[in-house]
Structures are given as C-alpha cells and as structure tokens.
C-alpha cells in the first residue's frame, strides 16, 4: 500500500514538472525589431561582365519570408516570364533560364520589398544585382516625374515602362515592355544601365499587373515623340497620368443593369404600397441655424422618380412675422433619379417650411409620396468663411480656370477674369485651390486619348492646404507646385494632332 501511494505521488511529480515546462512564458518588453535582414554572401558576385547569370544564391543572417515575390523582384529588361524566386530558411535562390538571355545586354534584377524577415516582416530595401552578357555595361539612364493630370499631384507607385522605338508608339497595348520600373516619393523615377536606342516611354496604373494597358480602370501616360536615354538626370522627363473616359458601350451597359434594379425596386414598392422618402434638413431647433443658403433642399426617395408635381411643392419664409412664398425650381437629380432637388434664392438666418402635398412624386408604378411639413433655418453670414486669391497676371483670361475644392467635392470653377478673385460663402474646414489651364477654353478639366495621341489638359495645384474658418477672411498669393523649375521645363501643351 505504502508502495502504490509512493508511486501515486511520483506520477503526480512527473506530471507537474512536463506542465511548468510546457508553459513556458516569453519575457515581456524590449524594443520591437525594426533592422532588416542583412546580406552576408552573394554568388556569383555583382556586376560581372561576358557572363550569363543563370542562379543567383543571397545567404542572409537571419530567417526569412518571401513576400509578393511575383511582382516585386523584377528584371530589366523584361523577361518573358516571371523569375523563379525560391527560400529556403535563410538563403534567397533566383533562377533565370539561359535561353531568355540575350546577347551584349546589361540585365539588372531589383527585389523591391519581397525579401523580408520571418518575424517582424522587414524587408531588405534598395537592393539590385547587374550582370552583362557583354564585354561592357550600358550606363545611360532615364529620370523624370510623373504626375496626376486632373490634380497636377506626384502619383507614386506607377509602372514607368520603356520600349524601343522600332516597335511602334502603341505597343504598350500590345506587348510587355522592354525596361520597367515605379515611381517612388514625389513620383520620381530613375530608370539606369540602357542601351543608347530611341525609346518610346509610358507610365501606366496597372489594375491587373500585367504591363499591359488594356483595361478602363487602369490609368496612362506618354509622350508624343520619342526620346534617347541619357547620362545624367539634368533633364527629367515629366509624364502626366490620367483616366481616359470610358466607352460609350460600358455606360450603356451600366445604365441597363440601374435600370433594371430600380424597375425590381419599383415591383416591390407596389406590394408595400408606399414610397418612403427624407427631407435632408435639420428641424429639431428652429432658432439653430443649419441650412446651407449655397445648397438647394435635397429629398432622397427610396425608389426611382418617375414623376414629380411642382405645384404640390410649397417653401414659405418669415419675414417680419409674415409668412411669404419663396419662388423655387424643383428638378430631379441629372445623376440619380431618386434624388429630388428644391432650388431658390435663399435669405440668410431665416425661418423657412417646406410643405409636400401628398402625389408630390410618384414611383414608376404611379404609387405616390405622403405629404409633411418641415421647418428650418438658413445660415448667417457670420457662419461662413471669405477667400481672396490673388492670381498672377499671365493666369488672367478664359484659358484659365480657377477650382477650389473641400475634399472630393468642387465648389468653385470659373474663368480668371479679374487678378483678384474673391470667393464668399465657405463652410469651415480645409480647401485646395487648382489652375486648369483649359485649352479648348470648354470650362472642364478635359482627359487625354492614348489612340487618339491627346494630352489631357494640365492642372497645377496651389502648393499648400488653406483652412478657413467662420467669420474669417483670407487672402493667398497663388503659388503653383511645379514638377520642375519653369527654366527647364513648362507644361506640355495639348496636342490636338489625330493620328490614324
């Protein structure tokens, strides 16, 4: 008995100690690991001339993780297949296939962000390999910017792509191009080690990472001749990147499918037999002043408007205790038809009601909207912001306009008539200010065409934000952002030449 109890409490013992192993908890603190991993041995060794690099082998001094690897390690010039990129613990093997190499060429292999830590995610930045099938290494570059055409701002990471000249200046629909590389900070590029042939060069967001341009979504950039690559960066290229519009099929199709959502919509509102709607005013406080005298009244309705009757549309206001009809001018939406607008001239911190009869709108299957009544007041003055910009003289004419923006929405955009343009009504918060220089003097920003060889109209932004505040009255001297210095280069100016 006592023997069994002995070996009862040694089980126990043994069990006890494999759990206090078992949990064993990581000491707490420290600084978190930010270092990426370091290169210890590269082989074959970078830059060899007369020699074709079929393995490269990367030895790193801790465990890694490849990430991305597909579309961050890239070869210039392009091969026709990815590389083969493997791990293996702390080791990095790259794989290219002799038969892909071409004679007397310099290739350059850059791992972007692929080769990372196994722990922290670091990854081992700025790194490139170069190797000439060659008894000499090409040294001619090409650098420049790209820029965002409708808001004259850096684009950064874009494909800047190179093709030679002999392959004809819309083979960026075609095929993969011959040197690539992206943009960084600032939408600067630096493509190094070319061969002195012309070239045909784009940029282009690739929404599918093919190198392609082949798609509405994804965005591009050209110039309307060629060029050579240099020695130095003294003159950049600039490239200006935009959307092209998208093709009339396209809308169509999409206008259908809406169509026939709402047409569903409407079959459902006819068993409910009501059409919900929301008058977008403030009306918990009457003395609050909520409306924005520079917006009509907005009313949202749960399903497409098929008709509206402005004579069951009644605004009155206060004045002096009276009440007195307000001339309006209701009008659907031009961009939803579920949206219904009530336009007047307003009068600032005034009480205003909104009476709908009931039939004010009716859906497609003639079912009709509830009457209400809603009460609210204008805004003051004193509850917006005023802003003067003073505008250089060689701005001023009708080939220039002046935007102002709050966030994605455009408040202003007219022609520069005047040195001083003076803006009133702004609602607190922060602006940006753009010059589009309107070419065709149509009063739109108007995009470019690839096919057609058209550069989208340029955009220069003010350089700096400008909050505004109620009661405030701001002036600002115009000073645009400049991709380069105006000393060595001006903005492209719009080609309007079709080619066939």
Same mark, same amino acid.
């Given at each position: 008995?006592?023997?069994?109890?002995?070996?009862?409490?040694?089980?126990?013992?043994?069990?006890?100690?494999?759990?206090?192993?078992?949990?064993?908890?990581?000491?707490?603190?420290?600084?978190?690991?930010?270092?990426?991993?370091?290169? &210890?041995?590269?082989?074959?060794?970078?830059?060899?001339?007369?020699?074709?690099?079929?393995?490269?082998?990367?030895?790193?001094?801790?465990?890694?993780? &490849?990430?991305?690897?597909?579309?961050?390690?890239?070869?210039?010039?392009?091969? @026709?297949?990815?590389?083969?990129?493997?791990?293996?613990?702390?080791?990095?093997?790259?794989?290219?296939?002799?038969?892909?190499? #071409?004679? +007397?060429?310099?290739?350059?292999?850059?791992?972007?962000?692929?080769?990372?830590?196994?722990?922290?995610? +670091?990854?081992?930045?700025?790194?490139?390999?170069?190797?000439?099938?060659?008894?000499?290494?090409?040294?001619?570059?090409?650098?420049?910017?790209?820029?965002?055409?409708?808001?004259?701002?850096?684009?950064?990471?874009?494909?800047?792509?190179?093709?030679?000249?002999?392959?004809?200046?819309?083979?960026?629909?075609?095929?993969?191009?011959?040197?690539?590389?992206?943009?960084?900070?600032?939408?600067?590029?630096?493509?190094?080690?070319?061969?002195?042939?012309?070239?045909?060069?784009? !940029?282009?967001?690739?929404?599918?990472?093919?190198?392609?341009?082949?798609?509405?979504?994804?965005?591009?950039?050209?110039? #309307?001749?060629? &060029?050579?690559?240099?020695?130095?960066? !003294?003159?950049?290229?600039?490239?200006?990147?935009?959307?092209?519009?998208?093709?009339?099929?396209?809308?169509?199709?999409?206008?259908?499918?809406?169509?026939?959502?709402?047409?569903?919509?409407?079959?459902?509102?006819?068993?409910?037999?009501?059409?919900?709607?929301?008058?977008?005013?403030?009306?918990?406080?009457?003395? =609050?002043?909520?409306?924005?005298?520079?917006?009509?009244?907005?009313?949202?309705?749960?399903?497409?408007?098929?008709?509206?009757?402005?004579?069951?549309?009644?605004?009155?206001?206060?004045?002096?205790?009276?009440?007195?009809? !307000? *001339?309006?001018?209701? =009008?659907?939406?031009?961009?939803?038809?579920?949206?219904?607008?009530?336009?007047?001239?307003?009068?600032?911190?005034?009480?205003?009601?909104?009476?709908?009869?009931?039939?004010?709108?009716?859906?497609?299957? *003639?079912?009709? !909207?509830?009457?209400?009544?809603?009460?609210?007041?204008?805004?003051?003055?004193?509850?917006?912001?005023?802003?003067?910009?003073?505008? @250089?003289?060689?701005?001023?004419?009708?080939?220039?306009?002046?935007?102002?923006?709050?966030?994605?929405?455009?408040?202003?955009?007219?022609?520069?008539?005047?040195?001083?343009?003076?803006?009133?009504?702004? #609602?607190?918060?922060?602006?940006?200010?753009? *010059?589009?220089?309107?070419?065709?003097? #149509?009063?739109?920003?108007?995009?470019?065409?690839?096919?057609? =060889?058209?550069?989208?109209?340029?955009? &220069?932004?003010?350089?700096?934000?400008?909050?505004?505040?109620?009661?405030?009255?701001?002036?600002?001297?115009?000073?645009?952002?400049?991709?380069?210095?105006?000393?060595?280069?001006? @903005?492209?100016?719009?080609?309007?030449?079709?080619?066939?």
């Amino acid at each position: 008995m006592k023997e069994q109890t002995v070996r009862v409490l040694f089980i126990f013992l043994l069990v006890a100690i494999f759990y206090s192993c078992a949990n064993i908890v990581p000491p707490e603190g420290g600084d978190k690991d930010v270092t990426p991993p370091k290169l &210890l041995s590269i082989t074959p060794k970078d830059s060899l001339i007369n020699t074709r690099v079929t393995e490269i082998e990367m030895r790193f001094d801790e465990f890694l993780e &490849l990430k991305d690897a597909t579309s961050e390690v890239r070869v210039s010039p392009v091969l @026709p297949f990815p590389l083969d990129v493997r791990l293996s613990g702390k080791k990095v093997k790259v794989l290219i296939p002799d038969s892909l190499l #071409n004679e +007397n060429t310099t290739y350059r292999i850059d791992f972007g962000t692929a080769i990372r830590d196994l722990h922290e995610g +670091n990854a081992y930045k700025g790194s490139s390999y170069i190797f000439s099938t060659g008894n000499y290494f090409d040294s001619l570059m090409l650098s420049g910017k790209v820029i965002n055409a409708n808001t004259g701002t850096p684009a950064d990471g874009v494909n800047v792509m190179v093709y030679l000249a002999k392959d004809g200046d819309s083979a960026v629909v075609k095929k993969k191009p011959l040197y690539v590389t992206k943009t960084s900070g600032g939408g600067k590029f630096l493509l190094p080690g070319m061969p002195e042939k012309e070239m045909f060069i784009y !940029a282009l967001k690739d929404a599918n990472d093919n190198m392609i341009f082949d798609g509405d979504d994804e965005e591009i950039a050209f110039l #309307n001749t060629s &060029l050579m690559p240099k020695d130095s960066v !003294a003159t950049p290229t600039i490239l200006y990147i935009f959307k092209e519009k998208p093709i009339d099929t396209l809308k169509a199709t999409k206008e259908k499918d809406k169509a026939t959502s709402t047409g569903k919509r409407g079959r459902e509102k006819k068993d409910n037999q009501i059409i919900s709607y929301k008058v977008v005013v403030d009306t918990s406080d009457k003395e =609050r002043r909520t409306h924005d005298v520079n917006e009509p009244i907005l009313i949202t309705v749960s399903t497409q408007i098929n008709s509206y009757d402005d004579s069951k549309v009644f605004l009155s206001c206060d004045s002096l205790g009276i009440e007195v009809e !307000a *001339l309006t001018n209701v =009008r659907i939406d031009s961009t939803d038809s579920t949206r219904l607008n009530v336009y007047t001239t307003w009068k600032e911190n005034t009480l205003y009601t909104l009476r709908l009869q009931k039939g004010f709108a009716k859906d497609s299957t *003639l079912q009709e !909207a509830m009457p209400s009544k809603h009460s609210f007041r204008t805004k003051n003055d004193d509850d917006y912001a005023k802003l003067n910009i003073n505008m @250089p003289s060689k701005y001023k004419g009708a080939k220039y306009l002046l935007q102002l923006n709050k966030g994605d929405d455009t408040l202003y955009k007219k022609p520069i008539i005047d040195t001083v343009v003076k803006i009133k009504r702004l #609602n607190p918060g922060t602006y940006r200010v753009f *010059l589009i220089i309107d070419e065709n003097e #149509n009063g739109e920003w108007d995009t470019g065409s690839l096919l057609d =060889r058209l550069q989208p109209e340029i955009v &220069l932004p003010h350089k700096a934000e400008i909050p505004l505040k109620a009661g405030w009255e701001n002036t600002e001297d115009f000073d645009p952002f400049l991709p380069i210095k105006p000393v060595e280069q001006s @903005p492209p100016m719009r080609d309007t030449t079709i080619r066939k």
